[in-house]
């Protein structure tokens, strides 16, 4: 994304090299689509300018703002928006409803807090209208309908024609597609110098945990501390494996977690590292899932809000490591693992 966005500091930005600025969230959606979404705005024109990475003070303002009880990622998301209100020119706060899947039958909705998150940042702030960009998108959709979505609701705003609109899309989706093919490469090369018969942690979870180092409590840094190595669930291409025992998987993220998930108990070497949020109702169903298809193999589940502190994480991350070892030497003596641990 280098030349194509900009990072939030205290002094508004307006405008950048003569492109008028839309403002976006560090946070949420924004994690997984902000390469989609700097290069659409880029080739129309404009410039992204995206929150910083979250801090404590972040955090704490989306505490103080909540008018209902939530999940700590969007709490977190109201920091971040106050964060950059009135501080650009647009302001993009979108409807995602859903992503896209690797079949077709498969529904792919993001959870209705991701879904409503602009609302409830409209209800909660005083923003100027003038300058909302609050298109309902599904990214599911194919390109041409997609495109049309994109148009009817912000062609008018932002005085672009919907030819403009339609370059811009395929170029961003092209971007898009371009970026998880070298997150796969990443993953690819990462495995293949891994050394053999040595165990590596896969960490699952929805992307603003994943990336967030405020919301994970540094969880690389604290998985490396220990020496154990790991890698995050979206360096691995799972779009192949068969998800035909869950055919009414209503979640998108869901759908990938349960994928890796499966990938993980079908690798002897892969252990499964599950983060996660209290109050997250999508994962109050897809732990049950996770938990089902591990089976007998070992497992940790970290729930993480913001009163999680980091010494008992890796209290945490410290036993798992022995149960992981103690694993693996019974599996070099039996060639099985027949030890079954749950955190």
């Avoid at 993953?187 to 603003?208: K, S």
Wanted: charged fraction near 20%; glycine fraction near 6%.
């Amino acid at each position: 994304m280098t030349g194509v966005y900009a990072e939030l500091k205290e002094a508004p930005i307006h405008e950048i090299d003569g492109r008028p600025t839309v403002g976006m969230m560090r946070a949420l959606y924004g994690v997984r689509t902000s390469v989609l979404w700097a290069h659409f705005f880029d080739q129309l024109g404009f410039r992204v300018v995206l929150t910083p990475p979250t801090n404590q003070q972040m955090a704490r303002a989306g505490i103080e703002t909540m008018i209902a009880e939530t999940c700590f990622p969007v709490r977190v998301s109201q920091g971040h928006a106050k964060q950059i209100l009135g501080k650009t020119r647009f302001l993009f706060l979108p409807t995602l409803i859903d992503m896209p899947t690797p079949k077709p039958s498969e529904r792919g909705f993001y959870c209705p807090l991701v879904q409503s998150n602009s609302y409830m940042l409209r209800a909660a702030f005083s923003i100027d209208p003038s300058n909302l960009l609050t298109p309902v998108l599904h990214l599911k959709h194919d390109p041409d309908t997609l495109c049309l979505e994109i148009s009817d609701q912000i062609r008018s705003r932002l005085r672009v024609s919907k030819k403009a609109i339609k370059f811009a899309l395929m170029n961003a989706l092209e971007k898009q597609k371009h970026f998880m093919n070298e997150l796969y490469h990443s993953g690819r090369e990462i495995l293949n110098d891994a050394v053999p018969d040595e165990p590596l942690v896969i960490v699952t979870g929805r992307p603003y945990n994943l990336y967030d180092e405020r919301l994970n409590l540094r969880l690389g840094q604290n998985l490396a501390k220990i020496g154990v190595a790991a890698l995050p669930m979206d360096f691995i291409d799972v779009s192949s494996i068969d998800l035909s025992d869950f055919p009414s998987m209503y979640w998108g993220l869901g759908a990938q977690i349960i994928r890796t998930a499966k990938s993980i108990k079908n690798s002897p070497h892969y252990f499964g590292l599950h983060l996660t949020n209290f109050s997250c109702g999508a994962d109050s169903f897809i732990e049950h899932f996770y938990k089902h298809i591990m089976g007998e193999k070992p497992y940790l589940i970290l729930e993480l809000d913001e009163h999680s502190a980091a010494a008992g994480v890796m209290t945490r991350l410290e036993a798992y490591r022995n149960v992981i070892d103690n694993v693996m030497q019974k599996f070099d003596v039996t060639g099985k693992s027949g030890l079954k641990v749950a955190y």
